[in-house]
């Protein structure tokens, strides 16, 4: 059944959900969440990946249907089938991935696929309709007839959201809209955010940074393993409580003990082996500060940080994908100029990015082929492949990172994700000597057997005196993994501390303080 | 702002900067050659031009559709080929017959292209490659493999009836052709829906698009448009004769490609279109005064495609506006990388 | 094993073929086979130059037949500096034309469609341009020439040379790293990308290769025909991207390989020599080329599309 449009008065629930549980095969995503919105006010939504948000972001909109339980708006349940009945029941959705169509302009963006509409387009009438929405959006500056692509990220979130508005959504829900934002643009959603709160409008804000939920909302509900752990008024929390609230009181759960620690570090190779030394510096437009670090042969480097703090990004230009940055490693005291992602390989570094779909593995090709596809040249004489050392080779890579499943000939696309991933990291660690290696998310989408087997892989693959720098959104993975942890926020680096020292709480709270905010020392106990 | 200023922003948002500096170089080059060759300018150059226009105008317009959706008609030329066949056999008696059956056959066969496309969700090159082969079979079954005579001489004298000092009865068709199309594009939303589609596919299918829809449509409308052409031609020449010509397929996409036709979509108006098939028109002509040989022709305006098809590369323009665009750039990669 | 639905039509398809040429008189002879390799060995030659575009990822080259007639006239110019110099001349001639088109596409990421499309005008109007429109003919004294018109054991020493190119192309393609890296290319370009490997420089030795290839077709063209013209492109173009086709390679890189193609360019010289026998009309022949080229499409999407989970 579909709620008439009707005024709500400031205060009453306007979506409620009761027990919601829905499961992906044998993962359990939603074990039995309840939760409500009310009109008028800002709701916080938090949890770690993985903790369930997604899933009930998208049971809201209509993307998936719960195993169980009941949705009701304005008091009365509804059932939704497809996305459509989600919009027709006014509610909106502002996904990470804009659906702005950037060669469109503004007017063109917010008529776009409006089935409403009739086939001419009544350009004064709805014109004005189109300032309404944009003034309620906080884009009431904007030319209508700018092109979506020069407008900044902000406003095109905005933009986004004055579309919603004028297919008259009530309760907006948005999924990390400040994850590339910096601190003046974050400031234009609040404002907006805000006065569509006071204007009756609801908004479910999905979001990491704790401070911002802290400062925006009303309140707050904290998922946690698929269970809501907390549904609280924002006043009674600081930032602090509402981080251990997220994390709970689980600890890093494979973590080395101190002996392996010692062993580790007695087992590699001494002498030759020099620090090394990196040093990025970026261009102005940039969003990403400059970059220095230095590290000691088989130290492992967490790099720290959510959605959009320029941690990925620092990777990535570290192996030489990005254009506009100055990148110079030294390596046994040689200094390189990385300008390309051809050249590390040469000199022992190596790269692995956070998609193994789109940007590392070829998966028409087979599970050998995968593993030995950026050491042909090893494994060529004159050009020409040698078979013998190439299955070999793959062979050797595929027991090292014990992939199930498939033969060695058999297609990459029919392994499960976390069997590719091992393909994928297989790929960079193995006889090759390498001197540093780069790993974005190592452990994306493998089970907890599979990521203990890879982080002793990474172990000893430092063992041998490489040098690692991973990059990471878990802070259990983090602080399990890494011997020194980076921090950062906003694409700088916030904090550098060694791993023993600190806890997924005080780790999760460094990567989601504004850096703008005061600094104060974060101790938690437990 | 002066209104020379107002003026130029308005022409460079519409993407009309480039088909009309087009226009204007070639004026200019048409200018400075009758001056060196001393032949004078006349009416019958213009004439020249717009009969140009209305040979291949229609071709050009219905390429340049599909690449603004993203996609690209192979089959366009072939079945430019078919549509005067199928005219030329079927409006003997009443030419008016004729081009209802070209455009009927045309927007079935261009409808299973795009429904082989959108459902299958593969690319048009191939399948139009496929379409292409199977239309030039076609043509050459229906024609027996020989010229076909049209005879029916009150058509084709109606068509070359002059209207005004450059125009002809065939050239003021397509260009009313042209002026409906671009009415349709831009007042109402299939023009911009059609530029959302080609310009970012997932986010115009996110936004509520009925995509498949729309690229059986576009489909069907450029092989429309083809044969249109093509029965148009046919009639016009008196006749019709099975070849494998490429070059209506060079002249179609060089002219769109000046016209701002962006060749992965999501740009490029109606106009602008018009404006780069006069442009390549007026270019074609001044050969012609140059008594330039095929070849030589042919060298140019493949010269031309290729200066297009650089300046247009992502490649180039990358390295260009990376820097201009960094802040925008290194957002969407952090929104695209982190996730 | 299990038949899927792609593999299912491919083998009805086969089974209606051979009923066909079974019940033709004249077509199992020897004299038949014969003329049909002759006929296949132009096509596919030129077919696997296409394969090796398609398998960079690069969709195809319509310029690959220009290039060839084009080589052929700078053979038949040169004989008369002998054989091997008037080869060598035509094969570089390939492969430059063709290389200078895979650095558009390779380094500036130019659309191959358009650039090849730019360059068949660009080749075809130079050499009219160069041979001042006449044909050009083998020299009086041929050196050697002879050979290439021969028969070696039955066999045409085209076919021989056909059945070479695709053994050496084929090898190329899996046993050398340039090869295996050139699939990985077509695979994922982001992926070879951030795997470090030489993208643009693997797209101009792909480009490269089909041109040497298509110097080679353009060589058994002036052969066979003793003479070297323009025209000499007549419907090769097409015949070659149709050939790669059929033959399973896909549009859309990453797969396949020089021997589909040349099998691909056996079938369709099978079914023209078949449906010429049988009498049936040019037209009809391009039509069924055509049709085949859509259905082999639509299988192989389908096939590609099973073998991919989500």
Redesign the interface.
Known sequence: MIPEKGQAELGDVVIRVDDIAKSFGSTEALRGVSLTIKAGEIHGLCGQNGAGKSTLVKVLTGQVKPDRGIVSVDGREVDFTTPKDAQLARIGFVDQELSIVPALTVEENLALGDARASLFVKRRRRRKGFEKVLARAGLGEISMSTRAEYLSMAQRQLLEVARLLDRDARCLILDEPTASLSGGDSAVIFEALRSLAVSGHSVLYVSHRLDEVIDLCDRVTVLRDGEQVAERPVSALTTVELARLIVGDSGATDRETSAAHEERFDAMPTGGSRDVRINLTYTNHSRLADFSLNISPGEIIGVAGQVGSGASDTLRTLAGLNASASVSIELDGRMHRITNPRQGPRFGIFFLSNSRRDEGLFLSRSISENLTATRLGALSRIGVVILSSLRRCAGELAKTVSVTGGSSDGSVAELSGGNQQKVFIGRNLGQVPSKLLILDEPTRGVDVGGRAAIHDLIRSASAQGTAVVFASGDEDEVLSLADRVVCMQDGAVTSTRSAAEMTSGELLAATTRRADNPQEDVIIDG | MSSFANARERIA?QGLLLPLGAIVLMLVAFVCLSEITGRPITTANGYDVFQQVGTYGLVALAIALTMVAGE?DLSVPAMFGLGGTLAVLTGESDPYVGVAVAVAAALVFGALQGG?VAR????S???T?????????????????KSIPYDNFTAVQDLDTPVGMVLSVHSLIVLLVFAAIGVVAH????G??L??I???R???R????PVSKYLVATLAFSSALAALAGALQGYALAGTS?N?A??P??FA?TAS?LGGVR?EG??GTVLGVAAGVAALSILEEGLVVLNA???????????L??V???I?????RL?RT??????????????G??? | MKLSPAGFAVTLGLVGFCILALTTPGFISSDGARAILLSAAVVGTLAVGQAIVMISGNLFSLSLASSAAASGMAFMASLRLGIEVAAAVAIAAGVLLNAAQGAAVGLWRANPIIVTIAAAGLIEGAAISLSHGKVLYAPRAEHGQDFLTSVVGGIPVAVIIFLAVTICAQLYMRRTRTGREIYLLGDSREGARAGGLAEAALTVKAFSVAGALAGVAGILLATETQSAQVSLVGTNTYDAIAAALIGGNAVFGGRGSPVRAAIGAVAIAAITDLALVRGYSTGLQIAVKGTLVVLAVVIVRLADSSAKTA
């Open positions: 948002s690209f082989i299958l969700r593969i690319s090159v191939p399948v490659l496929g379409g292409y082969l199977i239309l030039s079979g076609l043509t050459y079954i229906l024609t027996n493999s007042f109402t939303k299939i911009s829906s530029r959302a080609g310009g970012d997932r986010a115009a996110a936004s509520g698009v099975p494998f490429l070059s397929l060079i996409v490609v060749l999501g740009r040989s095929d070849s030589l022709s042919q060298m140019v305006t493949g010269a495609l290729v297009v098809a650089l247009s590369a992502p490649g180039l390295r990376a820097r201009a665009r960094a802040g925008t750039a290194a957002a969407e990669a952090a929104l990388a982190d996730k």
